[in-house]
Nanobody, 125 residues
Framework: QVQLVESGGGLVQAGGSLRLSCAASGRTFSNYAMGWFRQAPGKEREFVAVISWSGDRTYYADSVKGRFTISRDNAKNTVYLQMNSLKPEDTAVYYC??????????????????WGQGTQVTVSS
């Protein structure tokens, strides 16, 4: 099992930027794909971005493509989500998650077994 702690959320105006961080501990971080998901009030949790265990492959939801960038620093056991050109519809609680199996990747939340507590991102218009 891995423990995940997100940080970096907050209130920002539309068009602004935020950088989320997720610090991991408890198992070999570098062997597992990491994902970011979000959940807005009254909506289901949705996929945002995923990065492979090695960091050489990334995949994004269409709604954030070109605006968000996921990255990881395996030496620091940390994954990041750089969010630019934020829109009010990006408002949600953002969660990082670790894939259940090493060396595999997915966009489905059901394949991620460890989750952080979430960090609130609010974008005002």
């Amino acid at each position: 099992q891995v423990q995940l702690v997100e940080s970096g959320g907050g209130l920002v105006q539309a068009g602004g930027s935020l950088r989320l961080s997720c610090a991991a501990s408890g198992r070999t971080f570098s062997n597992y794909a990491m994902g970011w998901f979000r959940q807005a009030p009254g909506k289901e949790r949705e996929f945002v971005a995923v990065i492979s265990w090695s960091g050489d492959r990334t995949y994004y939801a269409d709604s954030v493509k070109g605006r968000f960038t996921i990255s990881r620093d395996n030496a620091k056991n940390t994954v990041y989500l750089q969010m630019n050109s934020l829109k009010p519809e990006d408002t949600a609680v953002y969660y990082c998650a670790a894939h259940i199996y090493p060396f595999l990747s997915s966009t489905s939340p059901f394949n991620f077994g460890s989750w952080g507590q979430g960090t609130q991102v609010t974008v005002s218009s």
